[in-house]
């Protein structure tokens, strides 16, 4: 085996495809030959210089990878060489090999492909994370959620529906609005609706998935319920809100902001042993399918991320690492 492997990065704003040693495991990781990786908005940010790696990784863009263990590092007893398995990464997906901690992996659960996969853990841990433990989520609890037709949209929505909870979803087009409505949940087309009044209409909701940011907190306050829970992941729109605070005090909301990558390797290894055995029962029973929209091979990562900034999207996009050891 060569000693090196291609890798995309980000210098000054332009994506490069350049050539980096192979990693070596140390004690507690295991190294993946990656097949596919998920293309996500922070990888977008970071290349326009809003959301740096934490200190200490990868330059390599990328967080999340399925592919096939290769490379064992010392005290390693749960995985062996050659298992199928997806992961989260705090950096380095955009590259042939990564390594990370032995404890992010997740074993592919049948019946989905190695593609279908790459498009799970980032998406799959900030929903879990956000909604089903910084929210403490009832089943039967009514959420909003924006960009509904996103990965993370339609990622929430299928486990939400799993969970047993109704659930409203906001897109820009109709196309989008279908997408949410197969999915299980209701769809308000933000371009040419209102979507507080339909919301408060149906009584409101317990808690809102804000990606948004600027004037949809306050909107997003008048949808809540007594009671009602707030939790944003990104700023959109703008990080400057104008808000009052009638409605946060006399009904007794709250109000949290949340990202997955700022969190600790501890941290991310407790949130995936939290959600895994719900992940892969909904999975088995066919409640939860990654969407896929488009996979772009390795070389064209500038395409996947222009087209993530396009919106035009539906679900996942991917990047196709080498052959991708299809399956």
């Given at each position: 085996m060569t000693s090196l492997m291609q890798a995309i990065i980000c210098d000054q704003g332009q994506l490069r495809l350049v050539q980096r040693p192979i990693p070596q495991p140390c004690a507690g990781e295991v190294r993946i030959r990656i097949a596919y990786a998920g293309v996500n908005r922070a990888d977008l940010l970071q290349t326009q210089g809003l959301y740096p790696p934490p200190e200490g990784a990868s330059d390599i863009l990328g967080l999340e990878v399925s592919g096939h263990i290769d490379a064992l590092g010392d005290n390693i007893h749960q995985w062996q060489t050659g298992d199928a398995v997806c992961a989260l990464v705090s950096s380095g997906a955009y590259a042939d090999y990564v390594t990370l901690p032995a404890a992010h992996c997740m074993r592919i659960p049948a019946p989905l492909t190695l593609a279908e996969s790459a498009g799970i853990m980032e998406c799959a841990l900030t929903v879990w994370m956000s909604l089903f433990d910084e929210a403490r989520l009832k089943s039967g609890e009514?959420?909003?959620?924006h960009g509904g037709s996103s990965g993370i949209g339609t990622t929430a929505i299928q486990m939400l529906r799993a969970y047993g909870c109704p659930v409203f979803a906001t897109a820009s087009t109709a196309t989008k609005c279908a997408l949410i409505e197969q999915l299980g949940a209701t769809a308000i087309n933000y371009k040419t609706d209102d979507f507080v009044a339909p919301i408060k209409a149906s009584g409101g909701v317990d808690v809102v998935l804000d990606m948004v940011g600027g004037d949809y907190i306050m909107r997003n306050m008048q949808c809540l319920?007594?009671?009602?829970?707030?939790?944003?992941?990104?700023?959109?729109?703008?990080?400057?809100?104008?808000?009052?605070?009638?409605?946060?005090?006399?009904?007794?909301?709250?109000?949290?902001?949340?990202?997955?990558?700022?969190?600790?390797?501890t941290d991310k290894a407790q949130l995936i042993a939290a959600m895994q055995p719900h992940l892969q029962h909904w999975i088995a029973t066919g409640a939860f399918k990654p969407v896929i929209d488009r996979i772009f091979p390795l070389q064209q990562a500038d395409k996947a991320l222009e087209t993530m900034q396009q919106g035009l999207h539906c679900g996942k996009i991917l990047l196709q690492v080498g052959s991708a050891q299809a399956s």
């Open positions: 009514a959420v909003l959620v319920r007594a009671g009602g829970r707030l939790m944003s992941i990104a700023c959109l729109q703008s990080t400057q809100v104008n808000l009052g605070m009638g409605g946060l005090l006399m009904k007794g909301l709250s109000w949290k902001g949340s990202t997955l990558r700022r969190r600790c390797d």
